[in-house]
């Protein structure tokens, strides 16, 4: 089976914040981080050269494969800031009240922190784990 492209490595963290051009998208993501850290109470990794991971879990897929990834995460992207958590009990009642959002597969995407309530976004995070 090939190796996932996506691994944990050895890269500044804080040198990958603060090197995001955009000063909103840097403020937001290093917000992120800091609420992320605190929840999961595990310090950020970088995994791959643009996702901010936190602590650790297997995936397991129907046909059995396993796969060692991060417990949450998240992208400061160009047009949005990209939390990837995984779905919860209550996904879809705390998504309702988060505030202005989109999903995607395992993927939150939010244009700025101002769009969301953060104690929403905390309860999702939480959830998720």
Not at 10 to 32: C, H, M, N, W, Y
Not at 34 to 44: D, E, M, N, Q, V
Not at 106 to 129: H, M
């Amino acid at each position: 089976m090939p190796e996932l492209k996506t691994q944990k490595t050895t890269a500044s963290v804080a040198e990958f914040l603060g090197a995001i051009p955009d000063d909103v998208r840097q403020s937001d993501a290093k917000a992120v981080c800091k609420l992320l850290t605190r929840i999961t109470g595990a310090k950020p990794a970088m995994w791959g050269k643009a996702i901010i991971g936190f602590g650790r879990r297997t995936l397991v897929y129907p046909n059995g494969r396993t796969l060692d990834w991060m417990a949450v995460g998240f992208s400061p992207r160009k047009a949005n800031t990209v939390l990837y958590i995984h779905d919860g009990p209550h996904r879809t009642q705390i998504l309702a009240r988060l505030g202005k959002h989109k999903t995607g597969k395992g993927c939150l995407y939010i244009k700025t922190l101002d769009d969301v309530e953060l104690g929403v976004l905390e309860e999702l995070v939480r959830d998720s784990l």
